[in-house]
C-alpha cells in the first residue's frame, strides 16, 4: 500500500514513516518545514529518510489548498494516509493564535478534502492530543469522557479536528481514527518539550524551570510505543457501524501511566549523570496539573499494549541528545 504521511519530518511523522518503509510499504511525506524550532532538526531527520527504498518526498503546507490537490491528482494511488502535520504546543499558542487556526484547522480541512479525491483510499488517521480534555478532573481520561473545557487554543483546534473528521465521516463515508496522543517523547524529540529542553539545560549547565512548583504528573508516552499504535490503527479502519453509523473512531494512545513529574526529571538527571539546577514557578496559563490515559478502548480494539518506562525511554532519548549535540 502508498501512504501518505503529513509531517513526515516531524518527531512522530519520522518515526512512524521509518516503520512504515521498515515493513516494505511505498510512502509519500510531506511537510513544510517551517521555523517553529530549528529547522536543521527537521532536515536531519528528512536526511535519515530521503534515499531509502519506496520513500519520496514534497515540501508542501498541508493549509495550501491547491497543492494539497495537486497532490491528490498526481497520487491516485494513495490507500492510507496518516496525517500527522500540525501546529503543536500549547504555549505558542498564547503568542500566535493564528498559526493554530491555519494549520491545524484549516491544514485539517484541506488534508481531508484532497482525501475524498482518492479513489483507493481506505483510512485516514489523524493526530489529536491529550490536551482535549483540558479542564478534566476525572483520572484516568477516557475517550468516554466529555471534552467541551478546553484550556487552551491548540487544545481547541484538536477538539475541531475530531469534529470535522466525525462530518466528514458522515457525509462522504471516510473512514477516518483521531489518536489522543499523551506526551510523547523519545530520539529525534522536539526541542520544545521538557525531556528535550531539561536534558539540554543540564548538558549545559544552565537552569530549568519547574511548573507548579513541581506538583504535576504527566503521562509520558514513549515514541516506539506510539508509532506501534499509529500503524496498528492503519491496519484498522473502522467500519460504519463502529461510529453508530459513521467510520470515525478517537482512541488514546498513553502509556497508562501518571508520573509525577519530579520522578521523570530525576530519571532525567541519573542518564545525564548530572543534577539539574530547578526554578520552581507558578504554573503556566493553558497548561493542566496532571495527564493520564484510559487505554481500555485502544487496547481492545488496536491491540495497543505500551511497553516503555521512563526508566528506560529516557537514557534512549539522552544517548541520542548527546550524539546528536555533541554533549
Given amino acids: 500500500m502508498t501512504t501518505l504521511v503529513t509531517g513526515a519530518a516531524g518527531f512522530i511523522g519520522f518515526h512512524v514513516t521509518s516503520a512504515l518503509l521498515d515493513r516494505g510499504e511505498q510512502v509519500i511525506g510531506i511537510d513544510d518545514l517551517n521555523g517553529y524550532y530549528d529547522p536543521k532538526l527537521k532536515e536531519a531527520r528528512l536526511a535519515q529518510l530521503q534515499g531509502r527504498n519506496g520513500f519520496s518526498f514534497h515540501k508542501i503546507d498541508i493549509s495550501d489548498k491547491d497543492a494539497m490537490l495537486a497532490l491528490a491528482e498526481a497520487e491516485q494511488g494513495i490507500g492510507g494516509v496518516v496525517h500527522l502535520a500540525a501546529q503543536a504546543g500549547v504555549r505558542y499558542s498564547l503568542e500566535n493564535p493564528y498559526a493554530y487556526v491555519q494549520t491545524n484547522v484549516m491544514g485539517h480541512l484541506t488534508v481531508m478534502e484532497a482525501c475524498r479525491r482518492l479513489p483507493k483510499l481506505r483510512h485516514i488517521v489523524y493526530a489529536s492530543s491529550s490536551s482535549v480534555y483540558g479542564g478534566n478532573t476525572k483520572m484516568p481520561f477516557s475517550v468516554e469522557d466529555p471534552v467541551e473545557r478546553p484550556v487552551s487554543l491548540y487544545a481547541a483546534t484538536k477538539r475541531a479536528d475530531e469534529l470535522m473528521g466525525y ?137 495497543f499494549e505500551p511497553r516503555t518506562s521512563i526508566e528506560e525511554g529516557l537514557p534512549r532519548f539522552v544517548a541520542w541528545l548527546r550524539d546528536y549535540n555533541n554533549y
Wanted: glycine share 10%; with cysteine.
Fill in 167 to 303: 462530518c466528514y465521516g458522515h457525509l462522504y463515508g471516510l473512514p477516518m481514527t483521531g489518536l489522543r496522543f499523551f506526551t510523547v517523547y523519545g530520539p529525534w524529540g522536539r526541542p520544545d518539550m521538557s525531556a528535550y529542553i531539561f536534558a539540554k539545560a543540564i548538558f549545559e549547565g544552565q537552569p530549568i524551570r519547574v511548573f507548579n512548583h513541581g506538583d504535576m504528573r504527566r503521562d509520558f508516552t514513549y515514541v516506539g510505543d506510539i508509532v506501534a499504535g499509529v500503524v496498528a490503527a492503519l491496519d484498522r479502519p473502522p467500519k460504519a457501524a463502529d461510529g453508530a453509523g459513521v467510520p470515525h473512531k478517537v482512541y488514546n494512545l498513553g502509556n497508562h501511566r501518571s508520573e509525577r513529574l519530579m520522578d521523570f526529571i530525576q530519571v532525567l538527571e541519573k542518564a545525564c549523570g548530572r543534577e539539574a539546577v530547578k526554578i520552581f514557578e507558578d504554573m503556566q496559563p493553558g497548561d493542566v496539573p496532571e495527564t493520564f490515559a484510559d487505554i481500555e478502548a485502544s487496547r481492545r480494539d488496536l491491540g
